[in-house]
């Protein structure tokens, strides 16, 4: 018997609607791979693919993790190791992001300042990023490019060099979008990204860290794995060994050289993540189609919405399209219009000032002043653009949006 439930889902436009792209045709590939391979930890199709996402970043190094959120931390924590950073170091971040781009700031004694963003892009500009150096400095910013989209980040990029504040960048929500001729993720001295299943392409869970830097690469490589060398190439574990004075074979493979955990991954998401890379370039041309499809009609309600900017994007890569209210109560109107309909949510995790979390630990910015991150937190949504989207399912969604 299916229940009301079940119905209510089936028949309802998801978030996500498939696990990979191909699915049927992937899982069959990865139940061959899991019954043929030797190894299923971390391992030769782990290397290939950090191999393959750092030739498809465009970027020297990529060190694959367990998650985009563990790759926030190890970044920090790499950063934190090699002295960029020290506790109690001011980090700029947007207001507008996921969580787990500011927890690793207060988890690692860090001050986390948040920096609004714009309504148009919903993301962090030049002149946001002025506006609170007047009111103190900072030692790094760690810009969220959210949902595809970047405001002047090369603008950004050019004050953070002026000043010598460090530039990182969270691009778990925008691979594949290029700005200026450069892919987003490649502004800043490190990047990470994301590969949780509904994201642009899957390992079900799984992330990573790239850089154009030997040292961060090497502290990266530390900062995955307990603080030992397993994992990094002959060269580097002699270097390193050297350094410290390990010239023992039976000790060296438990030698810590620094704070690190165990964010490793398999081999089984190595695997999925060569697998789901071929296919990245169609997904990303697939999705930005599906935007371009579904956002003018939607945007061109300006009486309802506040219009978003795109067209200074050279390829947008997203996988939810948002949506800014110009009113709560026509965001109240769309939840209940979507309900068994198209799936939706908030944009991503809203202000994050207004956060029970970050009232606990960083009361100083409880009322911090970012309009813009908490109108967006209590007035915008967000439904998937995902590949497989079809013309009805689309146009279902637009009438959804449109016909208030």
Request: aromatic share 10%.
């Amino acid at each position: 018997m299916v229940s009301g439930l079940s119905l209510y889902y089936e028949s309802m436009i998801p978030l996500i609607k498939s696990t990979f792209y191909h699915e049927a045709d992937t899982k069959r590939k990865l139940c061959r791979f899991i019954g043929s391979a030797q190894k299923l930890s971390i391992g030769e199709q782990c290397r290939l693919f950090e191999q393959n996402f750092a030739k498809y970043q465009d970027r020297k190094h990529c060190i694959f993790v367990n998650s985009g959120s563990s790759a926030n931390l190890a970044l920090i924590q790499a950063l934190l190791n090699v002295g960029i950073l020290k506790r109690g170091d001011p980090v700029g971040f947007s207001a507008l992001t996921w969580s787990t781009n500011v927890m690793p700031m207060i988890q690692l004694g860090l001050e986390p300042i948040p920096v609004d963003v714009e309504l148009d892009t919903l993301n962090v500009s030049s002149k946001n990023l002025l506006a609170v150096l007047e009111k103190q400095p900072l030692k790094a910013l760690f810009l969220t490019n959210l949902l595809g989209f970047c405001d002047d980040i090369d603008e950004i990029a050019n004050i953070c060099r002026r000043k010598k504040i460090i530039f990182i960048e969270d691009n778990c929500e925008s691979l594949g979008s290029v700005y200026k001729g450069k892919k987003l993720g490649n502004w800043g001295l490190a990047s990470t990204f994301s590969f949780y299943v509904g994201h642009h392409m899957s390992t079900v869970e799984g992330g990573a860290i790239c850089t154009d830097s030997e040292e961060l690469d090497t502290a990266f490589q530390l900062v995955r794995a307990h603080g030992w060398d397993r994992h990094l190439t002959e060269q580097k574990q002699l270097i390193i060994r050297l350094k410290h004075n390990v010239n023992s074979t039976f000790y060296s493979r438990y030698t810590f050289y620094d704070l690190g955990y165990n964010f490793r991954t398999t081999e089984i998401q190595g695997f999925l993540g060569n697998n789901q890379l071929l296919y990245l370039n169609e997904i990303v041309k697939k999705r930005e189609k599906n935007f371009l499809a579904m956002a003018p009609p939607i945007y061109g309600r300006s009486d309802l919405y506040y219009p978003v900017r795109f067209d200074h994007m050279d390829v947008l890569s997203n996988f939810a399209v948002p949506v800014v209210c110009r009113l709560k109560k026509i965001r109240d109107t769309l939840v209940k219009r979507s309900d068994g309909k198209v799936e939706i949510r908030p944009v991503v995790g809203g202000d994050m000032t207004n956060q029970p979390f970050f009232r606990k630990y960083v009361p100083r910015f409880h009322n911090s002043p970012c309009p813009n991150a908490r109108l967006i937190h209590e007035q915008g949504l967000y439904f998937g653009n995902n590949p497989e989207l079809t013309k009805r399912e689309m146009s279902e969604i637009i009438k959804i949006f449109t016909e208030l």
